[in-house]
């Protein structure tokens, strides 16, 4: 009997045991689901609170471009600072020709003449540059060939550099390069650039828009296999001009030494 006794007391506990198991995890459970719950709450609040910011910084952005027109328009430093601020919250005043900020600013127009302009540059002296032309090249060429006229906007080189960026839709005719030094190629020639080419234009910028043979073998430690396979390809395209009397060849890259001249 008192054996029995003590078995139901054990089965009682046990089961008391693991009723109370169960229960601590479904509390568990349920606070688990009311944290989630409350997150998901908090979440939905933040974004609604956000994207009312950004409506009302984006209302607020085109108050400013309303009263700010004119000098968006002819100072390139304002026009700068004010594509900042639009990409600050997404905004891109040029991607549209019929959208608000064109309709309203007109430089969608503007940017789109200048990469017209930008190629017809690049395509009346690609026989002299092979198509490749320094940016800095490109605008005083295009200062010169616009005028200083009221009507004639002043352009900077962010002005061309965005231009320049938009004429990506053209394909790989049309590729912004940048140098190490800070200045920019623009390539307007099928084609894309190889890594090996870039580097000679790297080191040409580096040396008054020349580079000799043991350059590019102390510098990039390239063999002369490959020396002459890299710069008879672009020799081929026009892209360097070979200096063959020289002790030793030296290879000149015209849309960087001329813009140094310049």
């Known amino acids: 009997q008192t054996c029995l006794i003590h ?73 700068k600072h004010f594509q900042e601020m639009c990409a600050s ?20 127009d503007f940017y789109y003449e200048l990469a017209v302009q930008i190629v017809e540059v690049c395509m009346a002296h690609s026989e002299k540059t092979g198509g490749l032309m320094e940016l800095g090249d490109i605008k005083q060429k295009l200062i010169k060939s616009r ?10 080189t962010e002005d061309l550099l965005i231009s320049a960026k938009k004429l990506r839709v053209l394909g790989n005719g049309f ?45 990039l430690r390239w063999d002369s296999n490959r020396i002459d396979i890299v710069m008879n390809k672009m020799v081929g395209e026009g892209l360097v001009w070979v200096d063959a009397k020289a002790p030793e060849k030296i290879y000149w890259v015209p849309s960087i030494f001329t813009a140094k001249l310049g």
């Not at 997404?90 to 959208?99: I, Q, R």
């Not at 009221?150 to 900077?156: G, P, R």
């Not at 140098?179 to 390539?187: A, E, K, P």
Request: aromatic letters at 6%; one cysteine or more; glycine letters at 8%.
């Open 89 to 108: 919250i997404g905004v891109d005043p040029l991607a549209s020709g019929k959208g608000f900020w064109s309709n309203m600013l007109e430089i969608g």
């Open 175 to 219: 590729t912004v390069i940048a140098l190490g030094s800070g200045r920019y190629l623009v390539q307007s020639v099928p084609g894309e650039l190889s890594n090996d080419q870039i580097a000679v234009l790297e080191e040409a910028e580096l040396n008054n828009g020349c580079v000799a043979t043991s350059t590019l073998t102390s510098k």
């Open 147 to 156: 005028g200083r006229s009221a009507k004639n906007q002043e352009i900077s």
């Open 7 to 79: 078995f139901i007391k054990r089965f009682c506990v046990g089961k008391m045991r693991r009723k109370a198991g169960l229960g601590a995890i479904q509390k568990k459970k349920l606070n688990a689901e009311k944290f989630k719950d409350k997150a998901n709450e908090l979440a939905e609040s933040q974004l609604a609170d956000l994207s009312s910011q950004l409506e009302t910084f984006q209302l607020n952005l085109e108050t400013f471009a309303r009263e700010h027109k004119d000098e968006i328009k002819k100072d390139p430093q304002f026009r």
